[in-house]
């Protein structure tokens, strides 16, 4: 063989060694931005519902509407104090009336693209109230559990959110 044959043989393999290294790094360069894409989704996820359920478990909201007109609220707030919640408050925030339903509160929270599910239990396992939908089981769920008084038992408030 003549040596100008082995230097073509040579670019060759390599400029093919050369694509198949960059397809691989492309490839891998997608799957990362949508993992990390993935990732940042359920982190705000989660920081909205963080918000959500600390704004329910310790402001009171605007305690003047509650028991007067609940399509009037302008924020929500289950408390009476810091993680102490109203027995009043829970039971009209769980009725779904024709004027203040789920849509609504969702509204409220500002979480118009995504389902809410709240559920409040005592320690012992029976549960107090509940609002919105189940989420099923193949969605990316998020959930918070939050420890409150209702009344002068200790009881927990369970947060779920997903996208729609």
Same mark, same amino acid.
Request: no cysteine; aromatic share 10%.
């Given at each position: ?21 960059? #397809? ?38 605007? #305690? ?25 408050k829970v039971g009209n925030f769980t009725k779904n009336t024709n004027d203040f339903n789920l849509t ?8 118009? #693209? ?6 409040? #239990?005592?320690?012992? @396992? ?24 209702? @009344? ?7 947060t779920k959110l997903w996208k729609k």
């Open positions: 063989m003549k040596r100008g044959q082995t230097g073509v043989m040579d670019l060759i393999v390599a400029v093919v060694i050369a694509i198949i290294t960059i #397809t691989a790094i492309a490839i891998s360069w997608d799957r990362f931005i949508i993992k990390l894409n993935e990732k940042n989704e359920f982190n705000d996820l989660q920081l909205k519902l963080f918000q959500i359920s600390d704004l329910l478990v310790t402001s009171e909201g605007n #305690t003047d509407q509650w028991d007067i007109n609940l399509s009037k609220l302008s924020s929500l707030g289950l408390a009476i104090d810091d993680r102490i919640i109203s027995r009043n609504n509160i969702t509204n409220l929270l500002n979480i118009e #693209t995504y389902y809410f599910f709240m559920n409040i #239990t005592f320690l012992n @396992g029976s549960q107090i109230a509940y609002i919105g939908p189940n989420p099923s089981l193949n969605k990316s769920v998020v959930s918070f559990g939050r420890y409150v008084k209702y @009344g002068n038992e200790p009881a927990e408030i369970i």
